[in-house]
């Protein structure tokens, strides 16, 4: 069993463990017109005789950027991100039918607007140019302001990028970075010696060596613009002094912030990718302006749609454990 554990510990798409979700492309519908595979965040679809279609072996997150992307419905997300066994087994359960199905309760009519709110929005990834007014980025920080957050600690701060020139240099600065890790990365395919050494890391830096984190980091490789051509950029800070989990703080003040900006008519997309990138490289932190006693904990960009994505998609159903009367329960869906 323990050493079930460490066998599968650094997945690189093997066969016998993992299986992907079937992405079915309508070719009647499908006008060739890319919006899935720029939106795709591991960049695991391609245009074949204008048509989208995925390419094998590249792993797909499961996500439905796709889908949502998809302006015509030409494209389908069938089955669930699957991890058998081993260090990375996937948890949650594969439903038939994913979509949000929020029970009836007696007195409340249909979903509130709030509820509404957080199935409908997707994290978009094509924008349009046109610049967010400083106004309306003030507002969404504002509601990252009354974020709940341990002891009311308050820990975050906040960089703002308006602008597409200095985000442009900044993705540049990022680029090096993930070049050699997907270089380390997939020569683990072939090169037992970086092999061992990813078996190493996935048990010291889990999350990074997750297959889903480096097809992600492959992705945003230029020509990809890890910013997707969003104007606006803003950075969530985290005061590394906070009271007992200042991530956590952020990550709520941070989608406060969505929220806000979706009922704003903006549209946002998280960016994990920056925040990695400023963890190991201090000269990006300098550009951005972090200093002690702050710590990048996440970023957004944030903007107008070129593509409206925002629609329910399908998602994995939840393990409930329940404790109740005295009886203990987890809930098979
Ligand atoms: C903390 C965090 C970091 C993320 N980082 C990235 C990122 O770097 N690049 C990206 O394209 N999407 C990123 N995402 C977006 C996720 O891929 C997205 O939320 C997920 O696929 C679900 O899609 P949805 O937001 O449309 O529901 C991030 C999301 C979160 C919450
Ligand atoms: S977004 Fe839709 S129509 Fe456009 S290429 Fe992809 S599947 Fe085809
Ligand atoms: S579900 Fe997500 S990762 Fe998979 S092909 Fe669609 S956009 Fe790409």
Redesign the pocket.
Known sequence: MAFEKFKHSYLQAEPEVWSNSTIVVDEEKCNGCGNCLKAC?SNCLEIVDKKARKIPDIVC?S???CV?HCEKDAISMHGFYNVEKGFFKTMLYHPEDGYPNPPEVEGIEGMTPVEEAIYT???N?IYKKDPVPDALVRRVIEAGRFAPSHGNNEPWSFIVINDREEMDKIAKMMDPMYRLNAAFFYSGKTNPVTRAMLKVSSILMTPLMDQRAQA?GKA?IQPND?F?GAPCLIVILGDKRGIANVDLDC?IC?QNMVLAAHSLGLVT???????AAAKFMPWLRKRLGVEWPYKVA?AMVLGYPRVN?DRM?ERELPRITWHKGGKTWTEMP
């Open positions: 965040p997150l996500c439905s950027a949502s929005r997707r994290s990834r992600g945003i890890v997707m990550g941070g997309c998280y960016l994990g990718f920056l925040a996440t994505a998609v």
